[in-house]
T-cell receptor, first 114, second 112 residues
C-alpha cells in the first residue's frame, strides 16, 4: 500500500517540551514538505527538502527543525521555542525536486499543547 | 515571494448547480497550478492540476482554466453533488522556491 504515512494522528504536548512528528513515504519521491494548517486557514510552509541531506526553510520555520537522513523519511521537531504550536501538521512529497511535480499529502498530525 | 489569493472563502450552491472558485497569483514565472480538496480532519487530496502551456483541462465534472496574462486560474465543478462539499485549495509553484504556495481555501457546501 503506497503512500505517505504520518504518525501519530493526535499528539499532546506539555508546554516547554520538544516533540517529533513522523513522516514516511514509500513512493520513491525525492522532495518532501511540511506545512502547518490553523483552523479555517490555508497551508503555510514550514520546511522542505528537495534531496537527501538537504533542506530549506519555508515561511514559518522559527521554532521548528527537520532532518532528511533517508529518502523516505522527513521528521519534524516542534521545539519549545515555537510559541503557538497547536495546529494541524501536514507532510507531503513529490517526485523530483522542482516543486512543480504533483505533491501528495499524508493524513496529518493534530498537535495540541496542554 | 509568491502570493496566491483565493475567492470566495465560502460558497453555497444547490445540488446540480455549478460552482466556480477563483485564484490569482503574483509570480509571473509560476507554471504549475494544482487544486486540492480537503475533507474534515484529513489531508488535502489532489483533484486536478494544470501547467502553463495549457489553457484548460477537464476531468469529468471538474475543470480548471488558466489565464497567464491576467495571472489567474479557476476551478469549475459542474453538476455538484453533496459529496463535493469540502474545502478546496488552489496553489501555485513559484520559481524561486521549489514548494507550493497555497491560497486560503474555499469552503464549498452543496445543499441537497
Amino acid at each position: 500500500d503506497g503512500g505517505i504515512t504520518q504518525s501519530p494522528k493526535y499528539l499532546f504536548r506539555k508546554e516547554g517540551q520538544n516533540v517529533t512528528l513522523s513522516c514516511e513515504q514509500n513512493l520513491n519521491h525525492d522532495a518532501m514538505y511540511w506545512y502547518r494548517q490553523d483552523p479555517g486557514q490555508g497551508l503555510r510552509l514550514i520546511y522542505y527538502s528537495q534531496i537527501v541531506n538537504d533542506f530549506q526553510k519555508g515561511d514559518i520555520a522559527e521554532g521548528y527543525s527537520v532532518s532528511r537522513e533517508k529518502k523516505e523519511s522527513f521528521p519534524l521537531t516542534v521545539t519549545s521555542a515555537q510559541k503557538n504550536p497547536t495546529a494541524f501538521y501536514l507532510c507531503a512529497s513529490s517526485l523530483g525536486g522542482t516543486g512543480q511535480g504533483r505533491a501528495f499529502f499524508g493524513q496529518g498530525t493534530r498537535l495540541t499543547v496542554v | 515571494g509568491e502570493n496566491v489569493e483565493q475567492h470566495p472563502s465560502t460558497l453555497s450552491v444547490q445540488e446540480g448547480d455549478s460552482a466556480v472558485i477563483k485564484c490569482t497569483y503574483s509570480d509571473s514565472a509560476s507554471n504549475y497550478f494544482p487544486w486540492y480538496k480537503q475533507e474534515l480532519g484529513k489531508g488535502p487530496q489532489l483533484i486536478i492540476d494544470i501547467r502553463s502551456n495549457v489553457g484548460e483541462k477537464k476531468d469529468q465534472r471538474i475543470a480548471v482554466t488558466l489565464n497567464k496574462t491576467a495571472k489567474h486560474f479557476s476551478l469549475h465543478i459542474t453538476e455538484t453533488q453533496p459529496e463535493d462539499s469540502a474545502v478546496y485549495f488552489c496553489a501555485a509553484s513559484p520559481t524561486l522556491r521549489r514548494a507550493l504556495t497555497f491560497g486560503s481555501g474555499t469552503r464549498l457546501q452543496v445543499q441537497p
